[in-house]
């Protein structure tokens, strides 16, 4: 069909459609920006998708006049739908074009003409479309040195993550290929997680791409976005009427939903907590009074009791284990067994978290982040607590248990 496209017909008599969506932050309950697109271009009746309009538009040598309109129609129609300062707009930046005729301040000129304030734009790079760096970073340095502001959208091409130190962005926008199912995928949680520390130490801001449902928006709220945007909020589309105000409406019911999600979950984990410390204090107090060389049958005896312990084993004060890791799992080691397997007796911990913090910081009980058991494989809390046994040995009793049981 390319080749039925008059470019230069199009370029001077289409119609750009245009469409655009929602960037919203639930902490401020509010609509922080708008992402602007073109679907494509309609002439005289008939539509022309924008991928055909730019393969079209490359083979004619037109691909900055046609990048141009489609920026210029955004620009404008975002000016009549923002009359103030307060929102931000997300132009997405085709590097391919941009290496071509870097330098040609197509953007600048128009964002001069329509009197938006550059520090109110958002120029967005996407990880997987940058070839040439230098050209990259002439172009960022030209703009943010004017006011532009610079996201980087991470997630399709995860391997890449050195174009954050490239593009050293303002904003990190991950991408749907990370946030899709987030709420049910702990891998995925982690992932997010690890962006957003990075984020903070940068002093860049997250925007979460790809909310779908409310699971997914509380979920990275949780974790840390900053800003949320997605289908949930609102499709690509032509904004008029009381759109930003139905937008505003989801905004403040997620809003009322997260509150009331953390609500719950300190109830439950004060629930929890208070379970977990009447469990550990029978143990212990049984512990205190039996001799070490009995710790395997009464470690046995609690583990079969509770059924929310995974693992269960005791170390002495120099952080050597002195019974054998008591465990309800039997079967899952000889698939795995060359990476997890349970730790044996006089296997040494002393460098492990839930040691070395109970004995350099003068803890009596220490709960670690989640992560991977080496006895299980799988994901797990460990909660490490002193006790003084037989003869007034001090010992560790170290439990293992899924962080899903103390988390939402």
Known sequence: MNNAIDIKNLLDNSTIDVKFQP??????????????TSMGADLYGHFFPANELFDCAEKNDSEIDLDRLIRKNIIEKFNNICTDDEKLLFISINMAVIS??????????LINKSNINPQNVVLEIFENNIDD?????????????????????????????DKISQVEPDIIKISESITKDIELNFYKQEVFKSLVNLSKKISALVVADGINVEGQAITSLELGAEMLQGDYFGEYKNIKGNFLNSVKEKVNYIASQYKKHKTEQIEFEKSNH?????????????????????FDDKLTEFINKYDFFECAYVLDNCGVQVSDTITRFKTIFSQKAFIFKPAKKGTDHSLK????????MGLNKYVTDAYISLASGNLCITISEKFKGVDNKNYILCIDLNPNYINL
Do not use: H, M, P, W
């Open 133 to 161: 760096v230098d050209i990259l970073q002439q172009f960022i340095n030209s703009y943010r040195s004017r006011g532009f502001l610079v996201a980087l959208t991470i997630g399709s091409g995860f391997a890449n993550l």
């Open 353 to 360: 978290k839930y040691y070395y913090f109970l004995d350099n």
């Open 100 to 109: 071509k005729f870097v330098g040609s301040g197509i953007i600048l000129d």
């Open 23 to 36: 960037i919203v932050s639930v902490i401020r309950k509010s609509v922080i920006g708008l992402a602007g």
């Open 274 to 294: 208070k379970r977990y410390d009447e469990c550990l204090n029978n143990i212990i107090t049984s512990l205190s009074t039996t001799k070490e060389n009995e």
